[in-house]
């Protein structure tokens, strides 16, 4: 693994990443909600990148993992706005955008800032537009009176905060309302025993692409993570054939 770095953003947020050069297009990997770039997909995704000389740059949103700022602030504006930086700064040519759940909507939004260099998508359960599906009505009433809502996390002891701002944001840059102007190659993988994301997002999202080379694969039995040695095996396939 590429020792990690620091990218310096104007505003002072110190945005950690690991990159290696090699072949492209460029594999970049959108970690999920409150994920980081030392998650099984994306290491196993970096590993392979090394050993096939692919360049692939991975990252910690701010306020995530080994960035520095408060998660509170974080917005899919603004995690976007560090996408594009580091890409600008570090990645020449083509790139292929890897999201996975809430990195799976934040792709989109890195893709229509980069017309002409998106080789490729890969969605692996893909989740844009949760803040429209993915709450009750009285949940999104707290959300939109500017208060932060708490759920229980099913990985860890400690209860999922979603906060107003972030909800506010991802209102504002939905995506499934109308054709996302996407004319690159899309695959997207989603497990049919997906409890967070449904199976049918994928399929939505497929049909509001306007790209005609995109693929739906659903994984019989897999879960919202798909990190089973089979899904790696899965997803590692899949990127390769889009190169």
Same mark, same amino acid.
């Given at each position: 693994?590429?020792?990690?770095?620091?990218?310096?953003?104007?505003?002072?947020?110190?945005?950690?990443?690991?990159?290696?050069?090699?072949?492209?297009?460029?594999?970049?990997?959108?970690?999920?909600?409150?994920?980081?770039?030392?998650?099984?997909?994306?290491?196993?995704?970096?590993?392979?990148?090394?050993?096939?000389?692919?360049?692939?740059?991975?990252?910690?949103?701010?306020?995530?993992?080994?960035?520095?700022?408060?998660?509170?602030?974080?917005?899919?504006?603004?995690?976007? &706005? &560090?996408?594009?930086?580091?890409?600008?700064?570090?990645?020449?040519?083509?790139?292929?955008?890897?999201?996975?759940?809430?990195?799976?909507?934040?792709?989109? %939004?890195?893709?229509?800032? %980069?017309?002409?260099?998106?080789?490729?998508?890969?969605?692996?359960?893909?989740?844009?537009?949760?803040?429209?599906?993915?709450?009750?009505?009285?949940?999104?009433?707290?959300?939109?009176?500017?208060?932060? %809502?708490?759920?229980?996390?099913?990985?860890?002891?400690?209860?999922?905060?979603?906060?107003?701002?972030?909800?506010?944001?991802?209102?504002?840059?939905?995506?499934?309302?109308?054709?996302?102007?996407?004319?690159?190659?899309?695959?997207?993988?989603?497990?049919?025993?997906?409890?967070?994301?449904?199976?049918?997002?994928?399929?939505?999202?497929?049909?509001?692409?306007?790209?005609?080379?995109?693929?739906?694969?659903?994984?019989?039995?897999?879960?919202?993570?798909?990190?089973? &040695?089979?899904?790696?095996?899965?997803?590692?396939?899949?990127?390769?054939?889009?190169?």
């Amino acid at each position: 693994m590429a020792d990690i770095q620091f990218h310096e953003m104007a505003d002072g947020r110190r945005i950690a990443f690991r990159h290696i050069k090699g072949t492209g297009p460029a594999l970049i990997f959108l970690p999920g909600y409150m994920s980081d770039m030392e998650g099984s997909k994306a290491t196993a995704l970096f590993d392979w990148a090394v050993r096939e000389g692919r360049e692939c740059l991975l990252l910690d949103y701010s306020g995530c993992g080994r960035s520095n700022g408060d998660f509170a602030e974080g917005t899919l504006s603004r995690w976007r &706005e &560090e996408v594009l930086s580091l890409v600008e700064q570090r990645i020449i040519g083509s790139v292929i955008l890897v999201g996975s759940s809430m990195g799976g909507w934040l792709m989109l %939004l890195v893709a229509r800032m %980069l017309p002409g260099r998106v080789a490729g998508m890969v969605g692996i359960a893909a989740a844009p537009d949760f803040t429209e599906w993915g709450f009750t009505a009285e949940e999104k009433a707290i959300m939109q009176g500017g208060e932060t %809502l708490l759920r229980d996390n099913p990985y860890g002891p400690e209860p999922t905060p979603t906060h107003a701002g972030f909800w506010q944001d991802g209102e504002r840059v939905k995506q499934l309302r109308g054709i996302i102007e996407a004319d690159c190659r899309v695959r997207l993988l989603h497990g049919q025993d997906d409890d967070v994301v449904p199976p049918e997002i994928s399929l939505r999202l497929a049909s509001r692409l306007r790209s005609d080379d995109v693929q739906v694969t659903l994984v019989k039995r897999g879960d919202h993570r798909l990190s089973r &040695e089979e899904d790696i095996a899965l997803l590692l396939r899949t990127v390769e054939a889009l190169r």
